[in-house]
């Protein structure tokens, strides 16, 4: 077995015609975390966790003041916060999990991606344990800054849960230019990672139906190497102006023919999204981002 990637890795790299690319930058995987991201890592207000819970893909953020994120030590990293009540990993994400862990800064465009397994699971935090830790190219990040917005301790966050979008969700997704995304595979464990794209690079096809573009990235391909091994994943889409979140879990496909890629400006194949349950969670997150710029990867 290749040491770097797993099959559905190695599969959709050698249909993407990127093999050779692929082994390259995966050299830059480490099974520990170096020092410029434990410096990373502190500066992070908030994460973004995917897990596999009750056979179910969920993603969320978990948010806290500089340094709620630390590495202690070469392999583990703390985090002094949980999901709230109401947040779909809340009760199911246990000490034996295994996560995908991105952080992010989208005012700099970097990002961090730490593939591991819980090993505490508190009332007041997490502690996990690395398997996998690398950076990733800035490109389709959309440029924005923290606001820190005052949190009212009185304000009960609002849950809906359903089996389909509502339109009110169908319009937000559809006019997003950011969502992330959480996979596993059955023997490699869980990743979290990033989409971005102009206002409209998610197209809702139906009220249990998304199609998103594949652009050029950094040919490794976790997350669509996962999808093929292992369709369930959740999606995470954020309310820059408002805190509110809204996680999907559901089955991915990838689509390789060149006239489903078509209608999206630069995209190499897509992903098609089938909803199989939708949290919506008003008051979620006690930040707020102020617009920047979008990428200038972003295709037009």
């Known amino acids: 077995m290749d040491p770097l990637y797993h099959p559905g890795e190695l599969a959709v790299q050698a249909a993407a015609g990127v093999t050779e690319q692929a082994r390259r930058v995966g050299k830059s995987i480490r099974e520990t975390i170096p020092p410029a991201a434990r410096d990373f890592l502190a500066a992070q207000q908030m994460i973004v966790l995917g897990s596999l819970v009750e056979e179910q893909v969920w993603t969320t953020a ?17 985090v002094a916060t949980a999901p709230a009540t109401g947040d779909p990993l809340a009760a199911g994400l246990q000490a034996g999990n295994e996560v995908g862990l991105l952080a992010i800064d989208p005012a700099t465009r970097r990002r961090m991606r730490l593939n591991g397994i819980v090993r505490v699971r508190s009332a007041a935090g997490l502690t996990v344990e690395a398997i996998q830790v690398y950076a990733n190219c800035p490109k389709y990040i959309q440029a924005r800054e923290i606001i820190p917005a005052d ?23 559809e006019g997003s230019d950011t969502f992330f995304i959480g996979t596993v595979h059955p023997t490699a464990g869980a990743d979290a990672s990033h989409r971005g794209g102009q206002p409209g690079f998610v197209r809702v096809l139906g009220p249990d139906r998304l199609v998103f573009p594949d652009y050029q990235g950094n040919s490794m391909f976790q997350t669509l190497g996962n999808i093929a091994a292992d369709p369930r994943a959740g999606l995470l889409f954020l309310d820059v102006d408002s805190g509110r979140t809204l996680h999907l879990t559901g089955r991915a496909a990838i689509d390789w023919d060149p006239d489903a890629a078509a209608p999206f400006a630069g995209a190499e194949r897509v992903v098609v999204y089938r909803v199989e349950e939708a949290v919506g969670i008003d008051d979620h ?9 979008h990428s200038p990867f972003n295709p037009r």
């Open 62 to 78: 978990l948010t806290g003041p500089p340094g709620f994120v630390r590495a202690a030590g070469d392999r583990l990293i703390t």
């Open 151 to 173: 949190a009212d301790p009185s304000v009960v966050p609002q849950v809906i849960r359903s089996s389909t979008l509502t339109s009110a969700q169908a319009e937000w997704v």
């Open 285 to 293: 997150l006690p930040l707020r981002w102020r617009f920047l710029g």
